[in-house]
């Protein structure tokens, strides 16, 4: 065995990247190439039945079957005019990958021929047989039939000959057999919740998204090497051995130059990417040896979850093209970093606000540590049900060491932020809600521009870690699926809400002030200072308390 490793390890040296044509046109151009996106809907459909599917899209409801029938002829002329020959229901079953079931465009036309057809029951709704799948115990072995249901909210899409559609996927009983289906419920009740609480601060928000940003880590390693280890054939991570020489000790790896063949790798996956409509950002070398880091522009989370699934089979795909083995267990190898997958997770308003970052008012700021607490008291009530989340015998090997986070969840806000809250709870309602944004330091080094530093420091090993807009759940193991993760936070701090605004109307009811006439009172004291003692009095009297 040791000679064989030396031969391979000889090979491995000589090998040369494998060149990447880089398309003539800038990524803007050919992004979302292969993707029917709305673009691609105007193109191919009638403006009615856009109008009727974005409508669908954007604010819910039922597609009815003739709008799904006009719908499906156009992805059908799209895909037909990409070279598509098949169509597939692309779901996610609880085996923390994708499941598929190619049918070609063909029907017979019962005069001895075939013709291409794709109708809008296809589109709708298919028949996957669910007898294999992981369910839980929640049914018998022989009780096979369940169904796959389109989602109009991820983008169908182009692999190879195939028309991929995202769907989610049910039990004949109607139980779902996948992470889409309840990540949909968790993301329309947190939309629910926090529409509601944010009407007390803005009458004009009528929908809150769920933003989801992950950060994929993975190793790469020499396709021959790892075939001379049966360990990591048959386990995906080394199960004898020691350590090498020279591991992480001298840190010179995390943010090091990019080895060629590993740049053409990345190249080829971000251009392929791209063009699924995938918005890669940002690439560099992790902190273990081999070990590397790719990041997307954040997106509405369940379309996030669908990319980083697909992206995941692109990796290993694409790897292998380029004589390597995309390795995304989360702890391959003793004594260096494993790997995770932070989910950078932010809630917004469709008038633009971001309830996770300060504002520039004190009523922004109050909807600010609002949505703070609540998200806070989620997590606390719900600890032992996110740790559920994102645990797995793989991603135990990873939490807890080697600058991984505990398994043991708990939250890191950072110095102004727990200042603040601390500040909340004890101070009177005149002087609650300052809060220093980004700030200038001059380093005195000449040629070197002045720094815009943050509020608070940055905490690495967190589990779940406020980071100046968002909450960054870290202990998420780079193989899962991150709709597990989300369905648990998005639910938990849905239901934290709603117990707000439970509390918050029945103090309303009791005679105690708007929480948003509140805000605008706390801004009076500060702006009106001759009427200070005058408004005080009266918000006194009125019993105006700090709504935290």
Same mark, same amino acid.
């Given at each position: 065995?040791?000679?064989?490793?030396?031969?391979?390890?000889?090979?491995a040296?000589?090998k040369?990247?494998?060149?990447?044509?880089?398309p003539?046109?800038?990524?803007?151009?050919?992004?979302?190439?292969?993707?029917?996106?709305?673009?691609?809907?105007?193109?191919? /459909?009638?403006?009615?039945?856009?109008?009727?599917?974005?409508?669908?899209?954007?604010?819910?409801?039922?597609?009815? /079957?003739?709008?799904?029938?006009?719908?499906?002829?156009g992805?059908?002329?799209?895909?037909?005019?990409?070279?598509?020959t098949?169509?597939? *229901?692309?779901?996610?079953p /609880?085996?923390?990958?994708?499941?598929e079931? !190619?049918? &070609?465009?063909?029907? *017979?036309d019962?005069?001895?021929g075939?013709?291409?057809?794709?109708?809008g029951?296809?589109?709708?709704?298919?028949?996957?047989? &669910?007898? +294999?799948?992981?369910?839980?115990?929640?049914?018998?072995?022989?009780?096979?039939r369940?169904?796959?249901?389109?989602?109009?909210?991820?983008?169908?899409f @182009?692999?190879?000959?195939t028309?991929?559609?995202p769907?989610?996927?049910?039990?004949y009983?109607?139980?779902a057999?996948?992470?889409?289906?309840?990540?949909?419920?968790?993301?329309?009740?947190?939309?629910?919740?926090?529409?509601?609480?944010?009407?007390? =601060?803005?009458?004009?928000?009528?929908?809150?998204?769920?933003?989801?940003?992950?950060?994929?880590?993975?190793?790469?390693?020499?396709?021959?090497l790892?075939?001379?280890?049966?360990?990591?054939?048959?386990?995906?991570?080394?199960?004898?051995g020691?350590?090498?020489?020279?591991?992480?000790?001298?840190?010179?790896?995390y943010?090091?130059?990019?080895?060629?063949?590993v740049?053409?790798?990345?190249?080829?996956?971000?251009?392929?990417?791209?063009?699924?409509?995938i918005?890669?950002?940002?690439?560099?070398?992790?902190?273990?040896p081999n070990?590397?880091e790719?990041?997307?522009i954040?997106?509405?989370?369940?379309?996030?979850?669908? #990319?980083n699934?697909?992206?995941? +089979?692109?990796?290993?795909?694409?790897?292998?093209? *380029?004589? =390597?083995?995309?390795?995304? #267990?989360?702890?391959?190898?003793?004594?260096?970093?494993? +790997?995770?997958? !932070?989910?950078?997770?932010?809630?917004?308003?469709?008038?633009?606000?971001?309830?996770?970052?300060?504002?520039?008012?004190?009523?922004?700021?109050?909807?600010?540590?609002?949505?703070?607490?609540?998200?806070?008291?989620?997590v606390?009530?719900?600890?032992?049900?996110?740790? &559920? +989340?994102?645990?797995s015998?793989?991603n135990?090997?990873?939490?807890?060491?080697?600058?991984?986070p505990? &398994?043991?969840?708990?939250?890191?806000?950072?110095?102004?932020?727990?200042e603040?809250?601390?500040?909340?709870?004890?101070?009177?309602?005149?002087?609650?809600?300052?809060?220093?944004?980004?700030?200038?330091?001059?380093?005195?080094?000449?040629?070197?521009?002045?720094?815009?530093?943050?509020?608070?420091?940055?905490?690495?090993?967190?589990?779940f870690? =406020?980071?100046?807009n968002?909450?960054?759940?870290r202990?998420?193991?780079s193989?899962?699926?991150?709709?597990?993760?989300?369905?648990?936070?998005?639910?938990?701090?849905?239901?934290? @809400?709603v117990? =707000?605004?439970e509390?918050?109307?029945?103090?309303?009811?009791?005679?105690?002030? !708007?929480?948003?006439?509140?805000?605008?009172? !706390?801004?009076? /004291?500060?702006? *009106?200072?001759?009427?200070?003692?005058? @408004?005080?009095?009266?918000?006194?009297?009125?019993?105006?308390?700090?709504?935290?």
């Amino acid at each position: 065995m040791s000679n064989l490793r030396f031969k391979v390890v000889e090979e491995a040296f000589k090998k040369r990247p494998l060149e990447v044509a880089t398309p003539a046109e800038r990524p803007s151009e050919y992004f979302g190439k292969y993707v029917f996106n709305q673009e691609k809907m105007f193109k191919y /459909l009638p403006l009615k039945t856009y109008q009727q599917l974005r409508e669908v899209i954007e604010k819910g409801g039922v597609l009815s /079957l003739s709008v799904a029938n006009d719908v499906a002829q156009g992805m059908k002329k799209w895909a037909m005019e990409m070279g598509a020959t098949h169509c597939t *229901h692309w779901f996610q079953p /609880l085996t923390e990958g994708t499941a598929e079931k !190619h049918d &070609a465009f063909v029907e *017979h036309d019962f005069k001895g021929g075939m013709i291409e057809e794709f109708s809008g029951k296809e589109l709708v709704q298919q028949e996957p047989d &669910a007898s +294999s799948f992981p369910n839980g115990g929640i049914r018998s072995t022989f009780e096979a039939r369940g169904y796959s249901a389109w989602d109009p909210a991820s983008p169908v899409f @182009l692999i190879g000959d195939t028309l991929m559609i995202p769907t989610i996927f049910v039990s004949y009983t109607g139980e779902a057999l996948d992470y889409k289906a309840p990540l949909k419920k968790a993301l329309a009740a947190v939309d629910k919740a926090a529409t509601a609480v944010c009407k007390y =601060f803005d009458p004009n928000v009528t929908r809150v998204t769920a933003n989801l940003g992950w950060e994929q880590e993975y190793f790469l390693i020499d396709e021959g090497l790892y075939a001379a280890r049966p360990d990591l054939l048959l386990t995906g991570r080394t199960l004898m051995g020691h350590d090498s020489a020279k591991n992480q000790q001298m840190e010179d790896h995390y943010f090091g130059a990019i080895p060629e063949r590993v740049a053409e790798f990345m190249r080829d996956l971000e251009i392929q990417a791209l063009e699924l409509g995938i918005p890669c950002k940002t690439r560099h070398n992790e902190v273990a040896p081999n070990q590397f880091e790719l990041a997307p522009i954040f997106e509405e989370c369940n379309l996030a979850v669908d #990319h980083n699934m697909l992206i995941m +089979s692109l990796m290993r795909k694409i790897a292998r093209k *380029h004589g =390597f083995r995309c390795l995304l #267990h989360e702890k391959p190898f003793a004594g260096i970093n494993g +790997s995770g997958k !932070h989910n950078n997770w932010s809630l917004t308003t469709n008038t633009g606000a971001l309830l996770h970052g300060p504002g520039k008012t004190p009523e922004d700021n109050l909807r600010f540590i609002v949505f703070v607490v609540e998200t806070l008291m989620g997590v606390y009530r719900h600890n032992g049900l996110l740790k &559920a +989340s994102i645990m797995s015998a793989t991603n135990a090997h990873r939490l807890g060491a080697n600058e991984a986070p505990p &398994a043991i969840i708990s939250s890191f806000l950072g110095k102004q932020i727990s200042e603040l809250l601390e500040k909340v709870e004890n101070s009177t309602s005149d002087e609650l809600f300052t809060l220093e944004g980004k700030h200038g330091v001059k380093l005195g080094i000449p040629q070197i521009p002045e720094l815009m530093v943050d509020n608070t420091d940055r905490n690495r090993t967190s589990p779940f870690a =406020f980071t100046g807009n968002r909450f960054e759940f870290r202990a998420v193991g780079s193989i899962a699926n991150c709709a597990s993760a989300m369905i648990a936070l998005n639910t938990a701090v849905a239901e934290a @809400l709603v117990s =707000f605004k439970e509390r918050v109307d029945a103090r309303i009811e009791k005679g105690q002030r !708007h929480p948003r006439r509140c805000a605008r009172r !706390h801004q009076d /004291l500060q702006t *009106h200072p001759l009427r200070r003692k005058r @408004l005080q009095r009266r918000m006194e009297r009125r019993s105006c308390p700090p709504w935290s």
